[in-house]
């Protein structure tokens, strides 16, 4: 299978968006639970927002309630994670995982996930 693959991370500052993108060629994503995690040096990944396959349910890390929206496009194959209102703490490795399956509870917990992407860096600073 090709891989999972993630982009759109990059470098801004406090307060600017970023739009991170997720696809998997040659699977329907839309067949997928798909989460989005964030990384930094020495700790944990860390679970940000999922959705279901479907999109009836989301959900997001409260650090990212409000600020963040995890979106689907089908015609694209692609799930989105747009980020507003940037943080510094906001900094780190973000990576999309994938699993077949309509919805897992605990989908913000990174042991759900039997396949990932390489990440994107997003660097978030003044």
């Known amino acids: 299978q090709l891989p999972v693959v993630e982009s759109g991370g990059g470098s801004v500052q406090p307060g600017e968006s970023l739009k991170l993108s997720c696809s998997a060629s040659?699977?329907?994503?839309?067949?997928?639970?798909i989460g989005w995690f964030r990384q930094v040096p020495g700790k944990e990944r860390e679970g940000i927002s999922c959705i279901s396959s479907g999109s009836a349910d989301t959900k997001y890390a409260d650090s990212v309630q409000g600020r963040f929206t995890i979106s689907r496009d089908n015609a694209e194959n692609t799930v989105y994670l747009l980020m507003n209102s940037l943080k510094p703490d906001d900094t780190g490795v973000y990576y999309c995982?994938?699993?077949?399956?309509?919805?897992?509870?605990?989908?913000?917990?990174?042991?759900?996930?039997?396949?990932w992407g390489q990440g994107t860096q997003v660097t978030v600073s003044s």
């Open positions: 995982g994938i699993r077949e399956g309509r919805w897992y509870s605990r989908c913000l917990g990174q042991n759900v996930y039997n396949d």
């Open positions: 040659g699977r329907t994503l839309n067949s997928y639970t």
